[in-house]
């Protein structure tokens, strides 16, 4: 087999650590696989660098930061290199240029737009383990970082250039849970997951795989085993979701929350063919990332439009939409913080009507105010006041998982 590994920061935090993450290498190795490996930098290093550079400048040039946080992930490849080295196992650590993976022309967010796999195909064929900086590319040969999360995403790119057989991504957690269990205790580990179910998850609060690389994995096929570096174990497959998969399964997979969220309401919005056009095009212009949308028709002329925001944005787009009151003519601006919002996931809602019915009632019941809803075909949101959402989440977690609700089986 050929597999990509990929390490995260806590994994690579210590030297101790990075001597086990080499014993796991040398294990696949010595299996008879091919490995390709992928770290991230060092526990909160990145932070570190963040910090420094805030330090010497209020808002720092976008290409030096990347310069300047592309060399935490060197430091973590090139230890493990050479700690595999001093155990008698060729390996070579490679930034993300030097391993060919070449992204758009943005700098802080970039997207890996191709890879040539020759310097990473050579040195597997000479049986020599590429130690390979995450989060990183190189575009008109500038060093460019993929965003917060984004060695997920370098990794998952590697295996589906190089057509490995599975991308195994090692955390401090031993899968994926049906939600936190720092907030639920009993949670419990999931032996799979769709990619769908596993990207809704990913975009609603849970850290556990960033939401890009779901989505290249499942548009590439990539198997994701998400496993814990601290401990052996099965971990949680991420996989395609088949119809006959679906049947016998929980309705509900995951719940999933989010802090730190904001509501604004634009009240009294005319009925005019591109007001709203204007609004979220202005927000989105601000670099504002809106999230729930519900407009009510308040009468034949006008419309309230409520949104949210994560809390940080809020000031800044309260300020983009007060600037286009003399074109739109609304009546005033609403807000309300601090807020959250707790989502259920699961496969098994498209064949279950009543599932969002049985969510209001189970908040209803534990006390806890529906601000706005979200649905989609596999996911219902609730935005909530933010002091309840552990009590949502618990509460929730007892009704659908707890409960072991299933899909019902089908006859065949």
């Known amino acids: 087999m050929l597999v990509v590994q990929k390490y995260g920061g806590t994994s690579v935090g210590s030297t101790e650590r990075i001597r086990a993450v080499a014993d796991r290498i040398a294990s696949t190795a010595s299996a008879g696989h091919a490995v390709v490996v992928v770290v991230s930098a060092m526990g909160h290093s990145t932070d570190a660098l963040v910090d420094l550079a805030a330090e010497l400048a209020d808002s720092p040039d976008l290409r030096e930061m990347d310069q300047l946080l592309a060399t935490g992930e060197q430091v973590s490849a090139a230890l493990v290199a050479m700690r595999l080295l001093t155990m008698g196992i060729q390996a070579k650590s490679l930034t993300g240029w030097q391993a060919g993976i070449a992204t758009e022309p943005v700098h802080g967010n970039a997207r890996v737009s191709q890879i040539d796999t020759r310097v990473l195909q050579n040195l597997i064929a000479n049986g020599t383990v590429p130690i390979v900086t995450g989060f990183q590319g190189i575009a008109d040969g500038e060093v460019t970082t993929l965003g917060r999360g984004g060695s997920d995403t370098s990794a998952v790119a590697l295996a589906a250039a190089l057509g490995a057989d599975v991308c195994e991504i090692y955390t401090d957690v031993d899968g994926v849970y049906t939600t936190d269990p720092r907030v639920v205790p009993n949670a419990k580990k999931l032996d799979d997951i769709s990619y769908d179910e596993m990207l809704e998850l990913a975009n609603l609060g849970a850290q556990v795989l960033h939401p890009r690389a779901v989505e290249n994995a499942k548009h590439f096929a990539v198997q994701l085993v998400v496993r814990s570096s601290f401990t052996e174990g099965d971990g949680t497959n991420v996989v395609a979701m088949t119809e006959n998969r679906m049947e016998g399964r929980r309705v509900v997979t995951g719940i999933a929350f989010e802090r730190h969220v904001a509501r604004l309401a634009v009240v009294g919005v005319p009925l ?30 006008a419309v309230d439009v409520s949104f949210t925001v994560n809390e940080s944005d809020l000031g800044r787009a309260v300020e983009v939409v007060s600037a286009l009151q003399p074109s739109l003519r609304f009546r005033k601006i609403e807000r309300e913080a601090p807020l959250a919002k707790v989502s259920i996931v699961g496969a098994g809602m498209i064949s279950n009507p009543g599932v969002a019915a049985q969510m209001f009632v189970a908040l209803r019941d534990a006390q806890v105010p529906i601000h706005m809803v979200s649905t989609s075909e596999i996911k219902v949101s609730c935005v909530i006041p933010a002091d309840l959402v552990e009590k949502a989440v618990q509460a929730l977690h007892k009704t659908f998982i707890e409960a072991d609700m299933v899909t019902p089986l089908t006859n065949v």
């Not at 709203?276 to 034949?300: P, R, Y």
């Open 272 to 301: 005019e063919e591109h007001a709203l056009a204007a609004i979220f095009s202005s927000l989105a212009e601000n670099g504002v990332n809106v999230d729930v949308i519900v407009q009510s028709v308040v009468d034949e002329v």
